[in-house]
């Protein structure tokens, strides 16, 4: 019998779009991918040439449960230098990627019916993480006039006996905006504790950095990782920076159910660190054209986007012109104009009528998938009779 937990978990629309993408791709057409958030570049070659020599050193075994010396040594130099922030290496768990990170950390945070503040948009994934332990997300909604920002009032009122953390993802995932200052700062003044996705840190093309929940109180857990930055995502390797009473128990989880990161990847990780720089600088410059680029073409095909995405590699648009039913609209432009976007819907009840549209492709792509949009918009000005 299947249980109800795996039963009901919802499926990541994102990733239904990607295999119906793939579906036509095996049937002959040509899809324009603009739905996954993964980037399109080549890990580095220091990168690979590090893990490459990790397997010829014999660094092919189980490394320590909470990562190997040298790459928790190098994360918390990494924050210290970008942030001015202390972290012991001994406050950092690595993790094989964000996802196991996020699994781990609600298994030690979370009773039945505890809560977690969440924003709306947000990664699709967070919510589904909470209910599988048998939490609840408390929801707050976040607008595009608005920049998608988090307000503190608004969050404060949804803190109840149950809240146990508050959960901030800056630069975001689907909406690309920054979280200010500010609103950090008084969010961690509010009691829970606060929980920072900080995946998409380095990703950011505006004249203001991203900042580290840390900055403002070590009372917080960051979730970070080597998937987007460095264009790692094959090798999941990820890491939580955690107050030391979280570090035991997250150890054990990992002990019992991964047992420990792959320690080749670890080493492309140290490496990732303290020699990638001018890879990511130059990975970082072209995310940004890419992202001028398509927020003018968009514009002209008449999407009026208010405030511009500043980092990650993501656009969410407002399509309610088009049809308020994103998950039909977003397959509706695949198989009639071949260009794969995300659904709003999967990112929330608040992005329902909006789509996500990645630039983790070349410029080539991008350009030929507005053109794409553009004809489809000609033959279809009001798709599915919205």
Same mark, same amino acid.
């Given at each position: ?88 290496? =001994?406050?950092? *768990? #690595?993790?094989? &990627?964000? %996802?196991?990170?996020?699994? !781990?950390?609600?298994?030690? $945070? ?107 109180? =070590?009372?917080? *857990? #960051?979730?970070? &990782?080597? %998937?987007?930055?460095?264009? !790692?995502?094959?090798?999941? $390797? ?107 819907? =999967? ?5 329902? &009528? ?33």
């Amino acid at each position: 019998m299947i249980t109800a937990r795996a039963r009901d978990i919802p499926p990541f629309i994102v990733m239904d779009v990607s295999e119906k993408a793939e579906q036509m791709q095996r049937e002959g057409r040509h899809v324009i991918h603009l739905e996954i958030g993964e980037p399109d570049f080549d890990t580095p070659e220091c990168i690979k040439a590090a893990v490459t020599r990790a397997m010829a050193e014999g660094r092919t075994h189980y490394s320590h449960s909470l990562g190997i010396w040298e790459l928790r040594e190098a994360i918390a130099e990494d924050y210290f230098r970008r942030y001015g922030v202390h972290v012991s290496p =001994d406050q950092i *768990v #690595v993790t094989s &990627g964000t %996802s196991p990170a996020m699994f !781990m950390l609600f298994a030690t $945070l979370l009773e039945a019916d505890d809560e977690v503040i969440l924003s709306d948009p947000g990664y699709a994934c967070y919510p589904n993480f909470i209910r599988f332990f048998q939490g609840r997300p408390a929801f707050v909604n976040v607008y595009e006039d608005d920049g998608y920002q988090l307000h503190p009032d608004q969050v404060q009122a949804r803190i109840t006996d149950r809240t146990r953390a508050i959960f901030v993802n800056s630069p975001a995932n689907p909406t690309g905006q920054l979280l200010s200052p500010d609103r950090m700062q008084t969010l961690t003044e509010l009691g829970p504790l606060v929980i920072s996705d900080e995946i998409y840190h380095g990703l950011v093309y505006g004249p203001d950095p991203e900042h580290s929940i840390l900055e403002y109180t =070590d009372r917080a *857990v #960051v979730l970070n &990782g080597f %998937s987007k930055l460095y264009a !790692m995502t094959g090798f999941r $390797l990820g890491y939580i920076i955690a107050p030391p009473a979280f570090i035991r128990p997250i150890q054990k989880i990992q002990q019992n159910f991964f047992i420990a990161a792959s320690t080749p990847a670890q080493w492309g990780g140290v490496t990732a660190l303290r020699e990638a720089g001018e890879d990511v600088a130059r990975m970082r410059t072209i995310y940004d054209q890419r992202r001028r680029f398509l927020i003018d073409g968009l514009r002209r095909l008449g999407f009026d986007i208010k405030v511009e995405p500043c980092g990650a590699f993501y656009i969410l648009v407002n399509a309610r012109h088009l049809h308020r039913d994103s998950y039909a609209l977003a397959f509706d432009i695949l198989e009639k104009a071949g260009v794969g976007v995300s659904p709003g819907i =999967d990112f929330g009840a608040n992005a329902e &009528g909006c789509l996500r549209i990645s630039y983790c492709n070349s410029m080539e792509n991008i350009a030929e998938g507005l053109r794409r949009l553009d004809a489809y918009l000609d033959q279809n000005p009001r798709p599915l009779s919205a």
